[in-house]
Each structure stands twice: as structure tokens, then as C-alpha cells.
């Protein structure tokens, strides 16, 4: 039985995943444990029905007791600066207690990218790259469920600063991705995996709102201070937040020319259709 540890697997990807890997545990081809923090985050883990474990990215020093004898670990970083010494730490930590391979999940861009909100995630992978550890990363574009925070129900009103077609990915696409690298390892080393499966502007997006949800939407460009202060109340470091914005503009001012790329990874690696956009509200229409 191959030992795996998860960190970062209780948001809207973790929660996937674990529906994902569930199946493995059960039949005994994987032990899958989950770092926690939280007793809430313990129940969600307990009733998947994998093994959580208390843990903090804050608290480094309990790395290498945790991570001891896990074989592959996944690791979604936090969107923070913070994410550079979590990650070169973590990888520290796995080359310790000898694990042999590691999945991080970061942001897609050129491999030159001029914009450190996406920079900040090659740097950790590179550390990775160069620790001996076996490794795949996986690169997601804007991400489909983060546009339903950014939505007022109230007013049907979708408050965002892109004005420009970008490609995006569904939270559970990138968990399916993701099991299936976990499951074989081996067979995904050495690899960089773009997650970006449909291209659309906001306008559409809030047609295909309007359509399934029967009411009127629509968007609201969201001024940059606005932008800040949601950035800052989320945790991110001032830095970090001037530099999303940075990238948003550029964004829209045509200097970021891969941002409506699209790629047939899920297809490839999962060996299923992508989710499309239509398809993503439909299964939210309680949502909506």
C-alpha cells in the first residue's frame, strides 16, 4: 500500500479530491492522509472516509513527524507570499523522511512570465525540481468556482476587473487530474501540466448565469480599491495583493498573451471530458 499525505485538500479542490481518492482507500490500494487544521476540517476528512492529521503550515518544526512515511505528498500552497517558505519547506521536509515524490499545484503562465503572482509559484517548483524528489506540477488558470465569491445573489451582480476572454478550470477537473497522478506517480515525473480547459469573457460567463438561472446578470467592473481591501481581508500580504491587481491589468491591457490558452490535459491525464461552463453551473443551480 502506497502511503499518501495531503496538504491544502480541504477547499474547493481538496474537497474533490477526496471524493476522488476515497475509492482507493477504502479498497486498501492507498492510504490517504489529510493534513487538518481545524476540528471542522477533521469531520469533513473522517466522513470521506480518510485519515486526518493535525497540521499546520505555520508550524514547520512538525514536519518531518507528520510526513514520515508518506510516499507522494500533494501540496496546495496558499496564494500568499508565504507560499515560497511553505513550499521550500515542505520539500525539505519530504527529502528528509525520504518520500519519493511530490504534487504542487500553482498557477499557469509562460515559462518566462514577466508577473510575479505567477513567478512566485515557478520559483517553488524549481526548488522541487532540483531536491532529488520525484515531482509534477500542476498549473491551473483562473479557477470556474471563484467567480460564484466574486457573485452577489442579491443583486445577480458578478463584481470583477477582467474586461478580456481568459481560459478557466473547474475545481473538480483539477482534482481528477490530480488522483490520477497520485495514483501512478511514476508515470507523471518530470511533468508540468497546464489546467485551462475553456475560454470565456465575464459577459458570457453571465449569459450562461442568466440562462440557467432564470434571472438577469451581470458584471461589474470592480474598482481597484475595492479589489484591495477584499485581496487584504482574504490574508494576502499587501505585496501580494498589489501584485494580483498588477497582473489583472496587464491582463486587460493585452501584455499577459497566454491567458486564453486552452489544453486537453484533463482529457489526457483523466481521461474524461472537461467540465464546460454550462456544465459547471448546471450542477450549481442551488447555487444560483
Do not use: C
Not at 62 to 79: C, K, N, Q, S
Not at 84 to 108: C, E, N, P
Not at 183 to 195: E, F
Amino acid at each position: 500500500m502506497t502511503n499518501v499525505f495531503l496538504i491544502g485538500a480541504t477547499g474547493h479542490v481538496g474537497k474533490f479530491l477526496l471524493q476522488e481518492l476515497a475509492p482507493d482507500h477504502a479498497a486498501g490500494r492507498l492510504k490517504v492522509m489529510v493534513g487538518a487544521r481545524s476540528a471542522e476540517s477533521e469531520t469533513l476528512i473522517s466522513r470521506a472516509g480518510l485519515v486526518p492529521v493535525r497540521f499546520d503550515l505555520a508550524d514547520f518544526e512538525t514536519f518531518d513527524e507528520v510526513l514520515a512515511g508518506a510516499h507522494t505528498i500533494f501540496l496546495l500552497r496558499p496564494y500568499t507570499l508565504r507560499q515560497l517558505m511553505f513550499g521550500k519547506q515542505i520539500v525539505d521536509s519530504a527529502r528528509r523522511v525520504g518520500a519519493k515524490h511530490i504534487v504542487t499545484v500553482g498557477a499557469f503562465g509562460a515559462p518566462d512570465t514577466p508577473w510575479p503572482v505567477i513567478g512566485w509559484n515557478f520559483l517553488v517548483e524549481s526548488y522541487a525540481e532540483r531536491s532529488g524528489l520525484g515531482w509534477t506540477h500542476l498549473r491551473p488558470n483562473y479557477f470556474m468556482d471563484n467567480v460564484l465569491q466574486q457573485r452577489d445573489p442579491a443583486s445577480a451582480t458578478i463584481y470583477n476587473r477582467i474586461t478580456r476572454p481568459v481560459s478557466w478550470i473547474a475545481s473538480e477537473d483539477i482534482a481528477a487530474v490530480a488522483a490520477a497522478i497520485i495514483r501512478d506517480p511514476s508515470s507523471h515525473a518530470g511533468q508540468a501540466y497546464p489546467l485551462a480547459s475553456t475560454a470565456a469573457d465575464l459577459a458570457e460567463i453571465a449569459k450562461l448565469f442568466t440562462n440557467i438561472s432564470g434571472r438577469e446578470h451581470k458584471v461589474v467592473i470592480a474598482p481597484t480599491d475595492i479589489v484591495m481591501q477584499r485581496l487584504l481581508a482574504q490574508g494576502r500580504e499587501p505585496e501580494y495583493a498589489q501584485a494580483l491587481v498588477d497582473y489583472i491589468d496587464a491582463v486587460n491591457a493585452n501584455r499577459v498573451p497566454e491567458v486564453a490558452d486552452i489544453f486537453d490535459t484533463v482529457e489526457r491525464v483523466a481521461g474524461r471530458p472537461a467540465t464546460t461552463w454550462r456544465q459547471f453551473l448546471e450542477k450549481r443551480t442551488a447555487e444560483l
